[in-house]
């Protein structure tokens, strides 16, 4: 089974809350739930709509076809009668497209009745409900985290008038319910404060917001410093003071905000400064499309800050990278004090799902800074040259006796300012050589079908989940594909689609962007042809339904 | 006994420039103040005055141009126990920092503010800085400067800082006391000092400060905010020095709980377990 709702109506209708109520309900009720969000740039008004789908299998995409529109307007009916399956159903109140052949609800009615307009979406949460056979009870404990005393029975009383509205036509039998639902910004957040992040500073820009704002809610409990700073230029200064300081420290915008951050990048790259930022990508160029998707600011944070020195990029899949690579990636700042950039996109911040619980045991904190001295008899050296290029680091005010210094100009070993053509030539490998240990510790992208396909398509971050859907009905069908997501980007790993691109026939990207970035990537660091691609810059994500009809228009030439 | 010698390198500042006057009265004051080298740390931007941190044995954070604050901020809410002193020139401080300042204000972190004011930009070779009159010739505004100068002490003040100070880099006796105050006032101190650049600036010379500057009376009420104000527009033939405004604020580190009432954020221990809990909330 495979169903998937879409609610549809204005911003401040109440999509959100019917959701909310639904994916809770779903998921309790022992189902994989995906929620896929679209949004417009508005507090009220416009047309938003929000698709959830459900099914006893993981679903990592949204779906193209849907099986019920719960329309809060006319205007869903107008945007979302193609996406309507043949035997699909619409919940509507009486008096929307009153010439139609759509379920026809007395929603205002009985809601003016109850007292409050507000508690259409749970009439329509009960409606539904009792169309796919949800238990009540399940259904009364998501209304009653979702509101309190008065209106909460006000909304119990509507859910219960939802419930009388129709018949049961599908049977969602109660199952073991382990898993947790989240989305990319929680899991991202909940990956920070479990590696330790004592220090969050930011400027709110949409979608990388919801990081901060997470962990702003747990800031007292967990004894950490979210702070919300003048801007983005500022949030890095400080982030990187922060990390002098020796607390683990981390910012995050989205792709306009890090340009701000750009600067500061630089500063973290000849400060040796341990730091981890997060870009949460929308399209571009500047404000763009606020609310929606994209895939294009990956050429620009790999090369972003002035300068050349040592950086790490990872993009994040799906919520159990956002959780494990994020704390992975304090690790690995701290190892080669060296800033790392997280990169994730809209609709991964957005979209909710059910994934097997996180394992915090399984998170590793290595902070590869000392408390000690190795050698007392010597004027402390921040900048040590080394085998490996990292130096020894001390954090100010725990040894008597020793002083650090950091410094943005070129500088000595002990941080000193020197224009010298020995040192500068020195500082320069020194810092360089940390790309020998950082390549060893990357990972090569996921491979998801065929061991060794002809067809290979290659992807990286939030396309996953469309990714794996593609792969996997394609295989199911008789077709041998394979793919490549990268997760870690920057460096580039290049074994295994080295070894895979060789016997490959046919390689094709995938990318949310229009200039194909990865592929260009691919074409930089290998000697592998790129057959064709599969572009998409409309803001929308691509899905595996997408990503299937792509691939056959290609191979069908 | 503590060891509290700040030792000093040589720097690499014209002769005659303020900022050797200004740094013997920081390493005199921290000194005095008995702060060991190890628990001071100077945070600076770009520009002469901001290569303090190399000329001094402290700690050091050698930022960006005028990103002097942000890092100080950082580093005081992660070590509450270290004596943090942002230090920059006015093109760093009023010009590129701006926005922090205006920002760092409001927040009333417990950091001191040192300010060489010059009234030109001197490393990048005598530009108008945001502090230069009117009308003033330099390398870079041939005929004269067209925009109002910025007046510092009247911008913090109108901003809420709770410490607000002028001294000038040939009075170090007073100097060191304003230092001093600065650095024990608790919250954000303002301290903005004068200073003349020998080569760049040939209208605001070591004389002309001399005599202009005159110290506030001893009969002077610094917790008078409107007095402050008035204090804070005189610069003509008259200019004050000495504190002048400085009252009891809240400061911002105390508005978090774990970090007034806990140990230095810095020394949490860090364990993955402790957020376990936090899953509950997704299931």
């Known amino acids: 089974m495979d169903y998937t709702i879409l609610i549809g109506g204005a911003a401040g209708q109440g999509i959100e809350t019917v959701v909310l109520l639904l994916e809770k309900t779903i998921k309790r009720s022992g189902y994989n739930v995906f929620t896929y969000k679209n949004y417009m740039s508005m507090v009220r008004g416009g047309h938003n709509f929000m698709q959830v789908r459900f099914s006893d299998r993981p679903v990592t995409t949204y779906s193209t076809k849907v099986d019920m529109i719960f329309a809060m307007t006319s205007e869903t009916v107008d945007f979302h009668m193609g996406n309507l399956k043949k035997d699909g159903i619409v919940i509507l109140d009486e008096e929307l497209h009153k010439d139609r052949d759509f379920m026809h609800l007395p929603l205002q009615s009985i809601a003016k009745d109850i007292g409050n307009q507000k508690v259409v979406p749970t009439i329509g949460f009960g409606v539904i409900g009792k169309y796919f056979g949800l238990d009540p009870e399940i259904a009364k404990d998501a209304l009653g985290e979702t509101f309190k005393d008065k209106v909460l029975q006000m909304n119990i009383e509507a859910l219960n008038k939802g419930y009388e509205l129709t018949q049961t036509e599908f049977l969602l039998e109660k199952k073991k319910d382990d898993k947790i639902i989240i989305n990319g910004n929680q899991a991202l957040a909940l990956g920070a404060i479990a590696a330790g992040v004592k220090y969050y500073c930011g400027y709110p820009m949409t979608p990388s917001t919801s990081v901060m704002s997470y962990i702003s809610a747990k800031s007292k409990e967990m004894g950490i410093v979210v702070d919300q700073i003048e801007d983005e230029v500022g949030a890095l200064n400080m982030a990187l003071g922060a990390s002098y300081a020796g607390t683990r420290a981390m910012t995050g915008s989205s792709g306009g905000g890090f340009a701000l951050m750009v600067e500061a990048l630089s500063l973290a790259g000849i400060l040796e400064q341990p730091v981890v930022v997060v870009n949460a990508q929308r399209p571009g160029p500047a404000t763009g499309l606020s609310t929606r998707t994209e895939q294009a600011d990956l050429r620009f944070v790999i090369h972003a800050g002035h300068g050349e020195f040592p950086k790490m990029v990872i993009t994040l899949r799906n919520p159990e990278d956002a959780f494990y690579q994020t704390a992975r990636a304090f690790n690995i700042a701290e190892k080669y004090q060296i800033p790392v950039v997280i990169m994730t996109e809209e609709y991964l911040t957005d979209y909710m799902m059910t994934v097997e619980p996180f394992d915090f045991s399984r998170v590793e904190i290595n902070r590869n800074f000392s408390w000690e001295l190795d050698d007392t008899n010597e004027r402390y050296k921040r900048y040590k040259y080394t085998e490996t290029g990292v130096s020894p680091r001390l954090i100010p005010g725990k040894l008597k006796g020793v002083e650090i210094l950091v410094d943005s100009h ?71 594909v394979g793919a490549l997501v990268y997760g870690d980007i920057w460096p580039f790993p290049t074994k295994l689609i080295n070894k895979l691109g060789k016997d490959a026939k046919k390689i094709i990207t995938v990318e949310q962007n229009m200039t194909g970035q990865l592929e260009s990537l691919i074409l930089e660091k290998t000697r592998l042809e790129i057959f064709d691609r599969i572009l998409k810059y409309d803001g929308r994500a691509i899905n595996g339904d997408e990503i299937i009809s792509g691939l056959k228009s290609i191979l069908e030439g | 006994m503590m060891t509290c010698e700040y030792n000093l390198y040589d720097p690499s500042w014209c002769p005659g420039c303020g900022n050797y006057m200004i740094r013997k009265a920081l390493k005199q004051a921290l000194e005095e103040l008995e702060i060991p080298p190890h628990m001071a740390v100077v945070v600076t931007g770009i520009g002469q005055a901001a290569k303090m941190p190399h000329y001094i044995g402290a700690n050091g954070f050698n930022g960006l141009h005028g990103r002097a604050l942000p890092p100080a901020i950082g580093i005081k809410l992660s070590n509450k126990e270290l004596t943090v002193i942002a230090e920059s020139g006015d093109g760093d401080t009023y010009g590129e920092g701006g926005n922090h300042f205006i920002h760092t204000i409001r927040r009333n972190v417990n950091i001191a503010h040192f300010v060489h004011d010059n009234q030109i930009y001197g490393l990048t070779k005598g530009q108008g800085s945001p502090t230069t009159a009117m009308g003033q010739v330099t390398t870079l505004q041939y005929d004269g400067v ?28 007073q100097l060191v006391e304003l230092m001093k105050e600065a650095i024990q006032y608790r919250g954000y101190a303002h301290l903005d000092i004068f200073q003349p650049c020998v080569v760049w600036n040939k209208v605001n010379t070591f004389q002309w400060y001399k005599d202009r500057v005159y110290k506030l009376p001893e009969d002077y009420d610094y917790t008078d905010f409107n007095a402050a104000y008035q204090k804070s527009l005189e610069f003509g033939d008259k200019i004050p020095t000495g504190i002048l405004y400085k009252v009891e604020k809240e400061i911002y580190e105390d508005r978090f709980q774990f970090i007034k009432d806990g140990p230095p954020l810095v020394d949490a221990q860090l364990d993955p377990m402790d957020a376990e809990k936090l899953l509950k909330d997704f299931y």
């Open chain 1, 410 to 480: 070129e500088h000595n070993e002990y941080g000193n300012i020197d224009e010298s053509i020995e040192t500068r030539n020195s500082m320069m490998k020194k810092r360089m050589k940390k790309l020998e240990g950082l390549k060893e510790e990357l990972m090569e992208p996921e491979q998801l079908g065929a061991e060794n396909p002809e067809i290979l398509l290659v992807g990286f971050g939030a396309t996953h989940g469309a990714l794996l859907d593609a792969v996997t009905r394609l295989n199911e069908e008789g077709l041998g």
């Open chain 2, 146 to 173: 067209k925009v109002e100068p910025v007046k510092p002490l009247a911008l913090s003040l109108t901003m809420g800082a709770g410490f607000v100070a002028r001294g000038f880099s040939g009075d170090i006796p």
